[in-house]
């Protein structure tokens, strides 16, 4: 019954992506004028909290996406980097007194530089060993964090993160913030579209179809592997400057291995390799989460059930191509056989 309810959202699915194929730009801009105006028309905060929850992982999801979907690689260390990022900005914005504009940059540039020591040791690696390298990566951030506590805080965390100002205009609740993370959201998802599109762009792809012959064509699989990991660690960090502004307390919790297949269930769910992928598959989990918070830890068994159907029924995710390589894995219905139908008229 389930299965069959999915195939059905599943289609109505592949007609949204046909339409938004046919009219990407009128939507995206309708899109946008309507979150522009969201705040000025609605006033509850719970919303808002949940629309801000959705923007941030936008872009974590969208940022792990760049590894995962782009380039082949398996990363499952996304919980790690969103940590550093966010320490980052505590630690600074509360020790040192810098301004979160400045510490942007920093954070995004300093996790990019862990994403290339991440990176390099493990070039040659693929599949389940690259993700057991970043698997545990995440956990020693994590543990770094909680016993670190002369600079972390250790269990106690980080409180009293100040607010981002702007113009000596103070950042402050989620209708505010909201337009914080709208615009984090725009900026990621048309740096990366360019950059997808560029020359980078192309080496990454040819890697994950097939590296032997991305290499025989010039392509410098280490340079462009190394590069793939700091770009999508870079935006992960900056947003998870984003976030500890946003929450201004942050401790090890935050960071547990589950943030990250939390991630990366987005991703799946979404379609891998796709720009709108991620953002669909956080509004999907992001709501999912809200409705399905009566039953608690249990909603995580929902997600497995989701993930499993998803890749039995769709294993490129909402927003992939039909025709797409992955899209030959997934359940399909059994063809007649060549010349099956032959001799009738």
């Known amino acids: 019954m389930m299965a069959t309810v999915l195939q059905v959202f599943l289609k109505t699915a592949d007609h949204c992506k046909k339409l938004y194929g046919r009219h990407t730009r009128i939507i995206l801009l309708i899109l946008f004028l309507i979150l522009v105006l969201f705040p000025l028309i609605y006033s509850k905060s719970y919303l808002f909290g949940v629309v801000c929850r959705i923007l941030l992982y936008s872009v ?30 505590a630690i ?43 698997l545990g990566f995440s956990e020693i951030v994590r543990l770094i964090a909680l016993n670190w506590t002369e600079v972390t ?14 113009f000596g205009f103070q950042i402050r609740g989620s209708r505010i913030f909201f337009y914080l993370f709208l615009a984090l959201a725009v900026v990621f998802i048309f740096c990366t579209s360019r950059v997808v ?21 010039g392509v410098e699989i280490s340079w462009y592997k190394a590069l793939n990991f700091m770009y999508g660690a870079f ?8 976030y500890a502004s946003y929450a201004r307390f942050i401790d ?5 291995l589950d943030e990250g297949w939390n991630i990366l269930s987005m991703v799946i769910i979404g379609g891998q390799g796709t720009l709108v992928g991620p953002v669909v598959g956080a509004i999907i989990v992001n709501f999912l989460t809200e409705w399905l918070r009566p039953i608690g830890a249990w909603r995580m068994v929902a997600y497995a059930v989701l993930i499993i159907l998803m890749m039995w029924l769709r294993p490129q995710g909402l927003a ?10 997934g359940f399909r219905r059994k063809r007649p056989k060549p010349g099956a139908g032959a001799g009738k008229s």
């Open 60 to 89: 974590l999801a969208g940022a792990l996406n760049v590894i995962n979907g782009y380039s082949g690689q398996t990363c499952l260390g996304a919980a790690g980097f969103f940590c550093i990022g966010a320490y980052t900005e």
């Open 92 to 134: 600074l914005a509360v020790n040192l007194g810098i301004s979160f504009w400045i510490i942007l940059p920093i954070a995004g540039l300093f996790t990019a530089c862990i994403g290339l020591l991440l990176a390099w040791p493990t070039l040659k690696m693929s599949g389940v060993y690259l993700s057991i390298v970043t």
């Open 153 to 166: 805080g250790g269990p106690m965390g980080i409180k009293g993160i100040p607010l981002p100002s702007i």
């Open 197 to 217: 599109k560029s020359r980078i762009g192309r080496a990454w792809m040819s890697i994950r179809e097939d590296p032997l012959a991305a290499q025989s064509l």
């Open 235 to 242: 935006w992960i960090g900056i947003t998870g400057v984003v």
């Open 252 to 256: 090890s919790t935050f960071f547990t």
């Open 320 to 329: 992939g191509a039909s025709d797409s390589i992955l899209a030959e894995r």
